[in-house]
């Protein structure tokens, strides 16, 4: 599924992320505001293209305090071969992987449904 995609692919945009079946619309609402600064994404990873792991570091902001690298892979839940939560308008994995080590912070997906979770990006 995400063979053809790139971490990033042409211009970072907030209209670059979908929301899939998990309520995280609050987690979509920040990352399409930061997206409005495309630089301030690119900051929050570790490395600017995928990797021939598929590993990426990404760093967040627990309840505002020191930064934590969260490191995550480009493993993602689907159904029925589509990503089941978020998902990206084109070809990029940015928002899904930036989406991933968000869960990852707060111990699951399910840690962040319906605004359970807190942290900022």
């Known amino acids: 599924m995400t063979e053809d995609c790139e971490l990033f692919k042409d ?3 907030p209209n670059d992320i979908k929301q899939g079946s998990l309520g995280s619309c609050h ?3 920040a990352m399409a505001a930061i997206a409005v600064k495309p630089d301030r994404i690119r900051k929050i990873f570790m ?5 021939e792991h598929g590993v990426h570091g990404v760093k967040l902001y627990k309840e505002g305090r020191e930064p934590q690298l969260v490191m995550v892979n480009e493993l993602l839940p689907t159904k029925d071969s589509s ?9 990029e994995l940015w928002a899904v992987i930036l989406e991933k080590a968000y869960a990852k912070m707060y111990g699951s997906y399910s840690g962040i449904n319906y605004g359970n979770g807190g942290a900022t990006v």
């Open 47 to 51: 490395n600017q293209t995928r990797n």
């Open 83 to 91: 990503l089941q939560f978020s998902f990206a308008h084109g070809q």
């Open 11 to 13: 211009s970072i945009e």
């Open 27 to 29: 987690l979509m609402a």
